[in-house]
């Protein structure tokens, strides 16, 4: 509060209530963060709103107003957040865009019981016609993956434009992540998937697999393997799919024998294990960007994407570097995810978070580097992390991985994605089961299913809740970051249908998606692309909305439009967080509490 006060004065929109009633506001449970030194705001706008109920009960023969409005404003000088230079300010438009999937889910389960938890999915060869496509965003993909370690640059497009065409037909704002190969060791180029049985003989050779005679050949990447493995190593295939133990070196070529059988997938990643420990010889030098990847991350630009994930990052350098070229080369935001699956980058993790904008715990690679035992407490640190920085993070690998093959899941798939929910990460990330596998529609049907019934638990039980550190690096940032969290303390005590946040960079919805608060985020932006970056967050359910000049018309508009629509009835209360540019400039930010019209 501290920091409020040396920004500007606080503005009663009514007198204060007795003291007793901001002592009871006081006691509200810290659901959020520990929010004392927020609940200034929160406590005079909850004192308002009790006035107003009390002055209803001694004058009983005044009406009740359709609209109960309870303006807490802070009134600052000019802010430095982007978003207090942006938002509130455009021209008006008739009508908003809204995901219809999103809205039939809005009107058959209501605001409180809407899904929370974002689906990525993975379009490959079983995914990518226009048909599935469609199928799956219908079904509640929020962002569709391109992985660049398969198809070409002209594949990857017409992906992209179905997407896109996707998106302007139906409303969608299915966000696109290109994810880099990275230059860990892999198989070259199958033309199709090879299942391995166990006690067959495979040659792993860095010449042409054609050449080999009597044996089936496997293309590897990387010139040094033959000196970096020794006779009697295990070679781990694409985090565990399938292990092999090198029985003889001749050569380019390394004679194997399959240990633990399973499906060999095209270009699939390969570590090597000696007496239970990673083996890191040249390999480990190895960039983490190369030029492939490069020219990669060219295209990614010209195309637009709203993401580009980054594999097997070590340190942040990569991240900031990455993050220097994008701004000289691209006059949109595309945002960095970080990808944790080396051995190298856990010591290193908090450095990447900070220093990325969005985290993939990506488990299948990650397993084949550290200890399995590790990888559920690893995964745990990484969640708690980059939810206490703001941080979208995602949880990826083997969710359903007997999707693959089977319509339904195993029990302890279910479980597993149960967990990830329960620690409240933004997002499931479909790999094999949406790209490969023979049911990627009913795959992304189990995770949205299992995802709202646990949180529907976590909401009952108030299950996750964490303390989040304060993050702003001035006082005028710790403004936005105290206001959302107070309104995100008041949308649960209130019993909030729904907060409402204005934005044209995100940077507010991002504040309060961190807050984790028991109902859903409605976040209005006029730029399209925002829209898609903001479907990444957990709770941030995104629409296009053409801005007014007045804040206080973009409201009545909001309403106007959801109701006409049947996305809100009248009576429900909502939290609107919005900063107000009015003519002098200064910035005024406020946490209204309103009923629909």
């Given at each position: 509060?501290?920091?409020?006060?040396?920004?500007?004065?606080?503005?009663?929109?009514?007198?204060?209530?007795?003291?007793?009633?901001?002592?009871?506001?006081?006691?509200?449970?810290?659901?959020?963060?520990?929010?004392?030194?927020?609940?200034?705001?929160?406590?005079?706008?909850?004192?308002?709103?009790?006035?107003?109920?009390?002055?209803?009960?001694?004058?009983?023969?005044?009406?009740?107003?359709?609209?109960?409005?309870?303006?807490?404003?802070?009134?600052?000088?000019?802010?430095?957040?982007?978003?207090?230079?942006?938002?509130?300010?455009?021209?008006?438009?008739?009508?908003?865009?809204?995901?219809?999937?999103?809205?039939?889910?809005?009107?058959?389960?209501?605001?409180?019981?809407?899904?929370?938890?974002?689906?990525?999915?993975?379009?490959?060869?079983?995914?990518?016609?226009?048909?599935?496509?469609?199928?799956?965003?219908?079904?509640?993909?929020?962002?569709?993956?391109?992985?660049?370690?398969?198809?070409?640059?002209?594949?990857?497009?017409?992906?992209?434009?179905?997407?896109?065409?996707?998106?302007?037909?139906?409303?969608?704002?299915?966000?696109?992540?290109?994810?880099?190969?990275?230059?860990?060791?892999?198989?070259?180029?199958?033309?199709?998937?090879?299942?391995?049985?166990?006690?067959?003989?495979?040659?792993?050779?860095?010449?042409?697999?054609?050449?080999?005679?009597?044996?089936?050949?496997?293309?590897?990447?990387?010139?040094?393997?033959?000196?970096?493995?020794?006779?009697?190593?295990?070679?781990?295939?694409?985090?565990?799919?399938?292990?092999?133990?090198?029985?003889?070196?001749?050569?380019?070529?390394?004679?194997?024998?399959?240990?633990?059988?399973?499906?060999?997938?095209?270009?699939?990643?390969?570590?090597?294990?000696?007496?239970?420990?990673?083996?890191?010889?040249?390999?480990?030098?190895?960039?983490?960007?190369?030029?492939?990847?490069?020219?990669?991350?060219?295209?990614?630009?010209?195309?637009?994407?709203?993401?580009?994930?980054?594999?097997?990052?070590?340190?942040?350098?990569?991240?900031?570097?990455?993050?220097?070229?994008?701004?000289?080369?691209?006059?949109?935001?595309?945002?960095?995810?970080?990808?944790?699956?080396?051995?190298?980058?856990?010591?290193?993790?908090?450095?990447?978070?900070?220093?990325?904008?969005?985290?993939?715990?990506?488990?299948?690679?990650?397993?084949?580097?550290?200890?399995?035992?590790?990888?559920p407490s690893v995964q745990k640190e990484i969640v708690m992390r980059c939810r206490q920085?703001?941080?979208?993070?995602?949880?990826?690998?083997?969710?359903?991985?007997?999707?693959?093959?089977?319509?339904?899941?195993?029990?302890?798939?279910?479980?597993?994605?149960?967990?990830?929910?329960?620690?409240?990460?933004?997002?499931?990330?479909?790999?094999?089961?949406?790209?490969?596998?023979?049911?990627?529609?009913?795959?992304?049907?189990?995770?949205?299913?299992?995802?709202?019934?646990?949180?529907?638990?976590?909401?009952?039980?108030?299950?996750?809740?964490?303390?989040?550190?304060?993050?702003?690096?001035?006082?005028?940032?710790?403004?936005?970051?105290?206001?959302?969290?107070?309104?995100?303390?008041?949308?649960?005590?209130?019993?909030?249908?729904?907060?409402?946040?204005?934005?044209?960079?995100?940077?507010?919805?991002?504040?309060?998606?961190?807050?984790?608060?028991?109902?859903?985020?409605f976040a209005f932006t006029d730029q399209q692309d925002v829209r898609q970056r903001m479907?990444?967050?957990?709770?941030?359910?995104?629409?296009?909305?053409?801005?007014?000049?007045?804040?206080?018309?973009?409201?009545?508009?909001?309403?106007?439009?959801?109701?006409?629509?049947?996305?809100?009835?009248?009576?429900?209360?909502?939290?609107?967080?919005?900063?107000?540019?009015?003519?002098?400039?200064?910035?005024?930010?406020?946490?209204?509490?309103?009923?629909?019209?």
């Amino acid at each position: 509060m501290d920091a409020m006060l040396l920004q500007g004065k606080v503005l009663m929109a009514h007198s204060t209530c007795p003291v007793a009633d901001l002592r009871q506001v006081a006691r509200l449970p810290h659901r959020c963060r520990n929010v004392r030194r927020s609940l200034h705001v929160s406590a005079q706008a909850a004192s308002v709103t009790a006035r107003q109920k009390a002055g209803t009960e001694t004058a009983k023969a005044e009406p009740t107003p359709s609209i109960d409005t309870t303006h807490v404003p802070i009134e600052t000088g000019k802010g430095t957040d982007p978003d207090h230079v942006a938002d509130g300010v455009g021209s008006s438009g008739p009508d908003i865009e809204v995901d219809s999937v999103l809205a039939k889910e809005l009107s058959e389960n209501g605001f409180r019981s809407t899904r929370r938890t974002k689906i990525i999915c993975t379009i490959g060869p079983k995914s990518s016609s226009e048909e599935m496509l469609a199928t799956l965003a219908a079904g509640g993909m929020n962002c569709a993956r391109l992985n660049m370690s398969h198809g070409d640059h002209e594949w990857h497009k017409t992906v992209i434009n179905r997407i896109r065409k996707l998106n302007k037909d139906n409303g969608y704002s299915v966000a696109i992540m290109m994810d880099t190969e990275g230059s860990e060791v892999h198989l070259n180029e199958l033309k199709q998937p090879q299942k391995a049985e166990a006690g067959e003989e495979f040659v792993l050779t860095i010449r042409n697999p054609a050449v080999i005679e009597g044996k089936k050949g496997l293309g590897v990447s990387y010139e040094a393997f033959v000196d970096d493995v020794q006779v009697g190593d295990h070679v781990v295939v694409d985090g565990g799919m399938v292990t092999l133990d090198v029985l003889e070196k001749a050569g380019p070529d390394v004679r194997c024998q399959v240990a633990d059988p399973g499906i060999i997938l095209s270009r699939a990643n390969l570590t090597f294990r000696r007496n239970g420990t990673i083996v890191r010889a040249r390999n480990s030098m190895l960039p983490v960007l190369s030029s492939k990847d490069w020219l990669d991350i060219d295209f990614a630009i010209q195309m637009d994407v709203d993401f580009i994930a980054v594999s097997f990052v070590k340190t942040a350098d990569v991240i900031n570097n990455l993050k220097s070229y994008l701004s000289s080369r691209s006059s949109k935001v595309i945002e960095i995810v970080a990808k944790i699956e080396s051995h190298d980058s856990v010591p290193n993790a908090q450095d990447i978070i900070e220093a990325s904008d969005a985290v993939m715990i990506a488990r299948g690679d990650l397993g084949a580097q550290i200890p399995l035992e590790d990888v559920p407490s690893v995964q745990k640190e990484i969640v708690m992390r980059c939810r206490q920085q703001g941080k979208p993070v995602i949880v990826a690998s083997h969710l359903l991985q007997s999707m693959i093959e089977y319509p339904t899941p195993t029990r302890a798939e279910v479980a597993d994605i149960s967990d990830v929910v329960r620690q409240r990460a933004d997002a499931l990330m479909l790999s094999g089961e949406s790209a490969a596998g023979a049911y990627p529609d009913k795959a992304v049907a189990v995770l949205r299913a299992v995802s709202g019934r646990i949180e529907e638990w976590c909401r009952q039980e108030k299950y996750g809740q964490i303390v989040l550190p304060n993050l702003a690096p001035n006082a005028d940032g710790r403004v936005s970051e105290e206001l959302c969290a107070s309104a995100s303390v008041m949308a649960n005590a209130l019993g909030a249908s729904a907060i409402f946040v204005y934005t044209r960079r995100g940077y507010m919805a991002n504040f309060l998606s961190r807050c984790r608060p028991d109902c859903p985020i409605f976040a209005f932006t006029d730029q399209q692309d925002v829209r898609q970056r903001m479907n990444l967050r957990w709770g941030v359910m995104p629409f296009r909305l053409d801005f007014s000049a007045n804040p206080e018309e973009n409201v009545d508009t909001t309403f106007k439009l959801l109701k006409r629509r049947d996305l809100v009835k009248e009576g429900e209360l909502v939290i609107v967080v919005s900063d107000i540019r009015p003519d002098d400039q200064s910035v005024v930010r406020s946490v209204q509490i309103r009923r629909v019209p």
